[in-house]
């Protein structure tokens, strides 16, 4: 099940390498809903893993984003002691009031087909 919220990044950490085969990076946006008379701010932490975790690199602190992401749980038991953990995955991050779809630059776009020379001849109505 995948989930989206926007909030104001406050902030983000270093890569942390758990193991030779994983690694993480958490960040923290802050959210503000209006209710009535009083304000309500959260701060809410999330975690991007692996080859993910460069995705807030190009972000800085107070910038307005939005994140997509999905909640994984786990169970974890250690010396008879179970314990559960709930994370918030990011995968993917966008700048509030970024375009979707961007195209590429133009200097990246091959040449279009030349038109040809008898293009008044087709049967178009138009």
Do not use: H
Not at 50 to 70: A, G, H, P, T, V
């Amino acid at each position: 099940m995948s989930f989206e919220i926007t909030g104001k990044l406050i902030e983000k950490f270093d890569t942390n390498r758990i193991s030779e085969s994983f690694q993480k990076r958490e960040f923290v946006i802050e959210t503000s809903e209006d209710k009535g008379d009083r304000t309500f701010t959260e701060q809410i932490k999330f975690q991007l893993t692996q080859d993910r975790c460069s995705l807030i690199e190009n972000y800085n602190i107070n910038d307005q984003i939005k994140i997509n992401f999905d909640i994984k749980g786990r169970r974890w038991e250690k010396e008879g002691r179970v314990n559960y953990f709930t994370n918030l995955e990011a995968w993917r991050i966008e700048a509030v009031g970024a375009t979707q779809n961007t195209p590429p630059p133009m200097d990246n776009m091959p040449e279009p087909a030349p038109f040809p020379d008898d293009a008044g001849d087709d049967d178009l109505p138009f």
